[in-house]
């Protein structure tokens, strides 16, 4: 029962993510890095995918994840802030207030125009960034090796450190996100995708909803994109462009709306699949990845996750 | 001498050219069982959609427990006290039953943003009660979208009466339902209602029903209402008889 509403027992899966994370530890360092950047794109999709379950489609979600990946990139390299403990509330706080912002517009639109305008705002920040010669115009900038809470780790011991912020600053978003989805909040974004008329004459502001969830998928993917500026130590306004969204869109769709882990692995499914496939047949990636697509879509219209929950019941 | 719950005064809609209600005034006290009747496009459905905010009127004024609710929306609307339910069943197809019921439950109290988890035991059992109280307990775990025409109305009822809303609209609830079914569904419809305490108002296209369930009637004609009173009274009154119910019954 309750096929849609239920993540009372998601928790459950946020722990086998926390393992997996504590095994990917001690894999090899390139399959490592993979799992890391991976996690932080994934809490991106995981934005994107509770929009999904209000039945929207944001096309610029790469608009937060620059957002704070620039937050963390201008404290560190311009302003020399380069502790966590102030750049990651930081990258939160930009994407929260930018999209506090936009959301009072966006939570107006559905549809296509959400997903037009989502695109449009982001391919605007593109825009403006590209302009930008002292912030490295396309190429970006790099940013200096950061602090733990006042603790420098050397040389050698960075990756574990970034390795270790980033797994615990993931797994804070996705318990974040699922408390989030059984508030009233959360669990009415179905009811939004479903029947706005009828929510309302039920006492509930659709608009609303939509804009909290919009400001919730910002702060996410803001503290990804603060994640991934920290791992890859360079910004650039890639992290913008309307590809980067597509593939966040990409993924939440691969992974679909059942559970808020299921973004963050099917992120990382995605590199594996990358990674070996250019390995095997550089030529054959997209058509790889289209068929991959494809086949989602066809035979698992509710996700990759739609396997787990199927094996659940 | 006690106040009106619910009066409109003098409302009025016009789409465009169309003329679809005009000077309707009407006062409604508290417990009232009224049906409301008239041939398609008089304007019965524009009626409840200007008192529940989903239109607003192009004039007059809507009253509600003595505040003036002209303008507010459907969200407000229901907040303050005012709910209904649809020609055509508006449910969550893609939810089970049980959590339509949930759904509408959290949305009239608990839309905020919070850290507590919104599908509670608690809640859960209010819900299954609810779905008892309107006989569709059986049906609680399948999917609304699957259910026949007749049962989704029960079910957008049912809904309509989560948090004991003090007036109910309901827009021909038995259309759609066979006729040896309509008294059946009026029965597990308006029982849980009336037990709540609430005033209801039905639109109803079935003489017998109006008979049997209504201790008022008001007739729309072409956007204005043509009589309004006791049920023999109007039922028999000539015009109502002519404009209103046709020949067939006469
Ligand atoms: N949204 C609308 N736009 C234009 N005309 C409308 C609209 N809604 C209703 N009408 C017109 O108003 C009149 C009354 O319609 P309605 O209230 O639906 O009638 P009823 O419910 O009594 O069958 C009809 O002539 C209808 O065509
Ligand atoms: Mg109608």
Same mark, same amino acid.
């Given at each position: 029962m309750m096929p849609t509403l239920d993540?009372?027992?998601d928790h459950l899966f946020v722990a086998v993510l926390a393992l997996l994370v504590i095994v990917g530890f001690f894999l090899p360092s390139w399959m490592r890095f993979l799992i890391q950047t991976a996690m932080a794109s994934g809490l991106v999709a995981l934005g994107v995918m509770l929009q999904m379950r209000a039945g929207l489609v944001s096309f610029g979600q790469g608009l937060f994840f620059c957002i704070g990946g620039y937050a963390v990139g201008l404290l560190a390299?311009?302003? $020399?802030?380069?502790?966590v403990a102030l750049l990651l509330p930081a990258a939160a706080l930009a994407a929260l207030v930018i999209g506090l912002v936009l959301g009072l517009l966006l939570s107006r639109y559905r549809e296509i125009f959400y997903a037009m305008l989502t695109l449009a705002v982001s391919m605007i920040l593109y825009g403006l960034l590209v302009k930008a010669a002292s912030l490295g115009s396309t190429d970006g900038f790099n940013i200096p090796a950061v602090s733990y809470f006042g603790f420098v780790p050397d040389q050698a011991a960075r990756p574990d450190w970034s390795y270790a912020l980033t797994g615990v600053v993931v797994l804070a978003g996705c318990l974040g996100a699922l408390a989030y989805l059984r508030s009233g909040a959360g669990a009415m974004l179905d009811a939004v995708r479903e029947n706005e008329i009828r929510l309302s004459y039920l006492g509930t502001s659709p608009r609303v909803l939509v804009f909290v969830v919009y400001a919730v998928a910002a702060v996410l993917s803001g503290l990804g994109g603060g994640l991934w500026a920290i791992s890859s130590g360079h910004v650039d306004p890639e992290m913008t462009y309307w590809t980067t969204s597509g593939q966040f869109v990409f993924v939440a769709l691969l992974a $679909?709306?059942?559970?808020?882990v299921a973004p963050v692995m099917a992120y990382f499914l995605l590199e594996l699949l990358r990674t070996y496939a250019l390995d095997i047949a550089p030529n054959a990636w997209q058509l790889i990845l289209g068929s991959a697509m494809l086949a989602v879509i066809v035979l698992l219209p509710r996700g990759l996750w739609s396997l787990v929950a199927r094996a659940r019941t | 001498m006690s106040a009106p719950l619910f009066r409109t005064i003098g409302l009025e809609k016009t789409f465009g050219g169309v003329?679809?209600?005009?000077d309707i005034s009407i006062d409604v006290m508290s417990g009232e069982r009224i049906a409301i009747i008239g041939s398609n496009g008089a304007g019965k459905t524009t009626f409840v959609n200007m008192v529940t905010g989903y239109l607003t009127p192009s004039a007059g004024q809507i009253l509600f427990d003595g505040h003036d &609710?002209? @303008?507010?929306d459907p969200r407000q609307t229901a907040q303050a006290g005012i709910r209904r339910s649809f020609q055509i069943a508006q449910v969550f197809?893609?939810?089970t039953v049980l959590e339509n019921m949930l759904i509408a439950l959290i949305a009239g109290q608990d839309g905020r943003p919070s850290?507590?988890?919104? &599908?509670?035991p608690e809640r859960i059992d209010i819900a299954r009660s609810a779905l008892d109280r309107f006989g569709l307990s059986v049906i609680a775990?399948?999917?609304? @979208?699957?259910?026949p025409q007749g049962t989704r109305k029960q079910l957008d009822i049912a809904m309509a009466a989560v948090g004991d809303p003090r007036l109910v609209l309901l827009d021909?609830?038995?259309?759609?339902?066979?006729a040896d079914e309509k008294m059946a569904m009026m029965d597990t419809a308006i029982a849980p209602l009336d037990a709540s305490g609430a005033t209801i108002l039905f639109i109803e296209h079935d003489m017998d029903v109006v008979r049997r369930y209504a201790d008022r009637v008001i007739a729309f004609y072409e956007g204005t209402v043509l009589a309004d009173g006791n049920v023999a009274v109007v039922l028999e009154d000539e015009k109502v008889r002519k404009y209103v119910i046709g020949d067939s019954h006469a």
């Open positions: 993540f009372r027992r390299a311009k302003a $020399g802030i380069t502790d $679909g709306r059942g559970s808020v | 003329v679809a209600a005009k &609710i002209t @303008g507010l197809a893609e939810m850290a507590r988890a919104a &599908i509670t775990d399948t999917p609304a @979208g699957t259910l021909e609830p038995t259309s759609g339902v066979s």
